[in-house]
C-alpha cells in the first residue's frame, strides 16, 4: 500500500460505532495516506454499494487511488463500487491481513497468516460464482459445467487442507511442551491485551527475554516465552499477538496455535494503554475476543501501562485507580500500575502475581 492515496468509506449504523481513526491508523502503518474519509448514516449498509450511491460521489476519485471500506465487503459490494469509482477498492479485514502477513517472520506465523488470507479469499469467491458462465468440458482441471470460480474454489479449499495439516503438526508440538510445563508444575502466564500497548516491552522488563519491540501495531505474531522466580517457583510469561476491535474471525481461526497459549494459561495479564482516548473501547475488544477464546474467566490482573504520559512519578500513579474503575470490564480483578518503559510499579506486579501461587 506505499505511497496510495486512501479514501476510508464506512456504513454508521444505530447499532454500530465505527471507528475510522483506528482504521486511519492501521492504513498508515502500510505506508498509505488517509486523504478523505466518508461516512454515511444508515440502518444497514446498502446490499449492493455498501454505501449510498449518492454517498459515492462524494468520493475524491480525482486524487484517490485506493477505497477502503470499514466493514467486510461482499464480492459484489466491492465490485460494484469498483464500477462506480473507476478505483480499486478493499476492506478493512484486507488491510488487517495485509499487516498480519508483513509482519510474520516465523515459519508457523506465515502459514497461519496464509491460511487466514486463503479463508478470506475462499469465502469471497460465493457471491462471484453466479457472475461468470459455465465452461464447457475438456482437457485438464475444469470439469464438466464447471465455472472458473468453481476451479479457484477447489484449488483454494486444496491449498487450506494442506495448511491445516502443517498447523496441526505444529499443534502437536505446542501441546506437548505445555504437558511438559504442566508436569513440571510451571505457572504459566499470558500477557494479552489490544495491540501496540506495550506488552512485549513488559515481557522483556520482566524475563530479560530477548523479544521484537517496535511502535508499530501487530509487531509481535510470534509467541515468545521467558521466565522469573517467584516464591520459589519457576513462573513462565508469554508475550501473545495484540487484539484489535472486531478482529477478522480469519485471523482468530487461523492463529488458535498461537492463541492456545493464552488459553491455556493460568494466569492473564491484561496490559491496557492507561493513556489511550478508547481506552473503554479498546478493553471491551479484548473481552470479547477472550470469550471467543474461552479464556475470558482465568484468574486475571488488569496491568494499566504508560502511566508516564499521564503523570511524572509512580507514587502519582496511584490516584488514577479511581479513575479507572468504572471503564474495566471486571470489577473484583486487581489493577497495578506499571510504565514498561520506565520500569515502575513491577514489584508491585510480581507481588500480585505471587498472590496466584
Known amino acids: 500500500m506505499d505511497k496510495e492515496k486512501v479514501v476510508i468509506v464506512g456504513v454508521k ?12 491508523g492501521l492504513i498508515e502503518a502500510l505506508g498509505g495516506e488517509v486523504i478523505q474519509i466518508v461516512i454515511q448514516k444508515r440502518k444497514a449498509p ?28 461482499s464480492y459484489s459490494q466491492k465490485r460494484n463500487l469498483e464500477n462506480l469509482t473507476g478505483l480499486p477498492v478493499i476492506d478493512r479485514t484486507e488491510v488487517i491481513l495485509e499487516i498480519f502477513a508483513r509482519r510474520a517472520r516465523t515459519k508457523e506465523a506465515k502459514l497461519q497468516v496464509e491460511l487466514a488470507k486463503a479463508s478470506y479469499q475462499l469465502s469471497h469467491l460465493r457471491g462471484k460464482g453466479k457472475e461468470l458462465s459455465r465452461l464447457g468440458g475438456g482437457i485438464g482441471t475444469r470439469g464438466p459445467g464447471e465455472t472458473k470460480t468453481e476451479v479457484e474454489a ?40 489490544y495491540t501496540n500497548v506495550g506488552k512485549s516491552t513488559l515481557v522483556k522488563a520482566l524475563t530479560k527475554k530477548d523479544v521484537f519491540i517496535k511502535n508499530i501495531p501487530f ?15 519457576k513462573v513462565l510469561i508469554s508475550d501473545t499477538v495484540g487484539f484489535i476491535r472486531n478482529l477478522p474471525h480469519e485471523l482468530v481461526a487461523s492463529f488458535k496455535t498461537t492463541l492456545g497459549e493464552v488459553k491455556e494459561s493460568d494466569i492473564l495479564l491484561i496490559v491496557f494503554d492507561v493513556s489511550s482516548e478508547r481506552l473503554e473501547e479498546e478493553l471491551k475488544s479484548v473481552k470479547e ?3 471467543k477464546l474461552g479464556a475470558w474467566n482465568k484468574p486475571k ?27 474495566l470490564p471486571e470489577e473484583n480483578a486487581p489493577i497495578v500500575f506499571i510504565s514498561a518503559k520506565f520500569g515502575w510499579g513491577f514489584e508491585n506486579l510480581k507481588l500480585e502475581i505471587t498472590k496466584f501461587l
Open 13 to 24: 449504523t444505530p447499532r454500530e460505532e465505527i471507528d475510522t481513526e483506528e482504521l486511519k
Open 46 to 73: 446498502s446490499p449492493s454499494t455498501y454505501i449510498g450511491k449518492g454517498k459515492v460521489r462524494e468520493i475524491d476519485t480525482q486524487n484517490a487511488t485506493l477505497i477502503v471500506a470499514y466493514h467486510t465487503l
Open 154 to 193: 477447489r484449488a483454494l479449499r486444496k491449498k487450506i487442507h494442506k495448511l491445516k495439516k502443517k498447523i496441526e503438526e505444529i499443534e502437536k508440538r505446542y501441546s506437548l511442551v505445555r504437558e511438559s510445563r504442566k508436569r513440571k508444575n510451571f505457572i504459566t502466564i499470558a500477557v494479552v491485551g
Open 219 to 233: 509487531a509481535t505474531l510470534d509467541v515468545k516465552t521467558g521466565s522469573l522466580y517467584l516464591e520459589g517457583r
Open 289 to 291: 475476543v477472550l470469550k
Open 301 to 327: 490482573i488488569f496491568v494499566a501501562n504508560k502511566t508516564d504520559c499521564i503523570v511524572d512519578s509512580y507514587e502519582k500513579s496511584q490516584t488514577l485507580y479511581t479513575e479507572l474503575l468504572g471503564k
